[in-house]
């Protein structure tokens, strides 16, 4: 699974986009970017995945850049609730279902 | 569709006693898999359980063991507990079929305290 790297924390006013960068520039072709997210001591939270495409759903959207080693999660409108670790995650189901989890970014939405 | 439950949420226990963790995966899914978080090791793979047949096994100590039964339901077992056992323990559920990606879902955890 590719390693990925993203910056320890961020801040972000509430109401407000959230961006969340990732690097992952040894991903390789069948490896899905990933992205949960975990308040805390709760257990982690799927958001969205992909693979090529910029993505959308009802939390958030994901851009990956063309050569698919970076990508960006963008929370719309960045709530309270938003405030959370998340984690940039490189994953192909090779059989073995296996999550490689690394720090993450720790996101402040403030009021 | 209920999610992955996992019991029981709390736990204390003492130094060299045994404990049990149980977690039910989403209907459907038939593979379990299990993670450690503790603030210092961050979130640590444990085993993967498919079709009651440990498929994969992280880097932990033999005092670490799982089961899965028919039903898809897991349990974890860790036996002569240590001071350093005290951590969130994460099951996640997903189809654990072999194509290119299948997501995984977790449970709350079990948060072990080991006095």
């Known amino acids: 699974d590719a390693k990925t790297t993203q910056p320890p924390s961020m801040d972000c006013a509430e109401g407000r986009a959230a961006n969340l960068p990732c690097n992952h520039s040894?991903?390789?072709?069948?490896?899905?970017v990933y992205w949960y997210r975990q308040i805390h001591s709760q257990g982690p939270q799927y958001i969205i995945h992909g693979l090529k495409n910029n993505e959308t759903n009802e939390m958030a959207s994901l851009i990956i850049t063309e050569d698919r080693k970076s990508s960006t999660l963008i929370l719309p409108h960045a709530t309270l609730r938003d405030t959370a670790v998340y984690y940039c995650i490189g994953y192909q189901n090779s059989g073995y279902s296996t999550l490689t989890f690394g720090k993450g970014t720790m996101l402040l939405v403030s009021p | 569709k209920a999610g992955v439950t996992q019991t029981p949420r709390y736990l204390i226990k003492t130094r060299g006693q045994q404990v049990t963790l149980s977690c039910s995966p989403i209907s459907g899914h038939r593979s379990v898999s299990w993670y450690q978080q503790t603030p210092g090791q961050g979130l640590q793979f444990l085993f993967e359980?498919?079709?009651?047949?440990?498929?994969n096994k992280g880097n932990f100590p033999g005092r670490f063991s799982g089961r899965q039964f028919s039903n898809s339901r897991s349990e974890m077992n860790v036996s002569t507990l240590e001071l350093g056992d005290s951590a969130l323990y994460l099951c996640?559920?997903?189809?654990?079929?072999?194509?290119?990606?299948?997501?995984?879902?977790f449970g709350p955890g079990t948060r072990l305290t080991v006095l």
């Open positions: 996640a559920s997903s189809y654990g079929l072999a194509r290119i990606t299948d997501t995984q879902y």
């Open positions: 359980y498919f079709s009651e047949t440990q498929r």
């Open positions: 040894t991903i390789s072709g069948n490896e899905y």
